[in-house]
């Protein structure tokens, strides 16, 4: 098992070791022997935590929400600032100090199984790029609070493998964020500033022009960075999130096809119920028949 700091925790800063009983159920268990927790807890403004492995046997993931660090990987400096996450394979040689003058304030976890490295490259970390820039997310902070929550279970396998569960959800989650973060950065396109716009107007029509004057392009480069970024064109997403919000209204209200029709901007409710089909495979009647079926 790799080195776990030992330095005395700030106030408010959770450190927990998974018991060796426990991590050998873990790595036997169906359900959670692919990947799962060694050690996880947060470290609050943690003034002069300083670490140096030259030789681990576990992955480490450390996602740094305040403050910043120096830090060495075999060797190469980086500078870790809020919002960076680093995620390092076994045996990868590094070093890390907290500033002085803003100690970082993080969440990090050791972790094992056969499918860490296949996780951890869904994740957009391969060699060379352990280090990535994804900025504050509260879903994932509040996933990590989960898994840190775990430790109050007691030493209970079902809640072990609960925990195993929330890690994935992590990586998974962290996957989702890769076309925001760095290609978005590379191609200068803001897509939550897109994603937003197009929330706030699922009620009516927006157009192209409407949309690439958003984010300062041109239409044509518009459409082109969005479908680089997302497989999808600006206008195929806004019908998606349309039809999204006509499944949630099918479900939960007795509005009719027409007044669901009208709400999304459409006057013509034939024409709707073909774009529901198109993209949903069933016209809008038969998705409200199967779903109270």
């Not at 305040?66 to 809020?82: H, I, M, S, T």
């Not at 590379?186 to 897109?194: F, K």
Request: proline share 4%; with cysteine; aromatic share 12%.
């Amino acid at each position: 098992m790799s080195q776990t700091s030992d330095w005395p925790l700030p106030s408010g800063s959770i450190r927990y070791l998974v018991p060796q009983f426990l991590r050998d159920k873990l790595r036997q268990h169906p359900l959670s022997c692919g990947l799962y927790p060694v050690s996880f807890g947060n470290y609050k403004e943690a003034l002069g935590h300083q670490m140096k492995r030259q030789d681990h046997d576990d992955f480490l993931i450390i996602y740094c929400v305040k403050g910043g660090a120096d830090l060495w990987l075999e060797d190469q400096y980086y500078q870790v600032v809020a919002g960076d996450l680093l995620l390092l394979p076994p045996k990868i040689n590094h070093q890390y100090k907290t500033r002085d003058d803003d100690p970082w304030s993080i969440y990090w976890l050791h972790l094992k199984g056969e499918d860490c490295d296949l996780a951890a490259e869904h994740a957009g970390f391969s060699k060379g790029a352990y280090l990535q820039h994804i900025g504050s997310h509260p879903k994932l902070i509040q996933d990590f609070d989960q898994l840190i929550d775990c430790r109050t279970g007691g030493y209970n396998i079902n809640t072990s493998v609960y925990a195993a569960s929330l890690i994935r959800q992590i990586l998974a989650y962290i996957a989702l964020l890769k076309p925001t973060t760095t290609s978005a950065r590379r191609s200068q396109l803001n897509l939550n500033t897109v994603h937003a716009l197009m929330q706030e107007n699922l009620h009516t029509r927006l157009d192209l022009d409407t949309l690439a004057k958003e984010v300062n392009l041109s239409k044509f480069h518009f459409v082109n960075k969005y479908k680089e970024l997302t497989g999808l064109t600006p206008i195929q997403h806004f019908l998606h999130l349309k039809i999204e919000r006509a499944c949630y209204l099918l479900d939960i209200t007795q509005q009719s096809i027409t007044e669901i029709s009208y709400s999304l901007g459409y006057e013509d409710s034939y024409y709707f119920s073909r774009l529901f089909k198109k993209v949903m495979g069933i016209a809008p009647t038969q998705y409200r028949r199967k779903q109270r079926h």
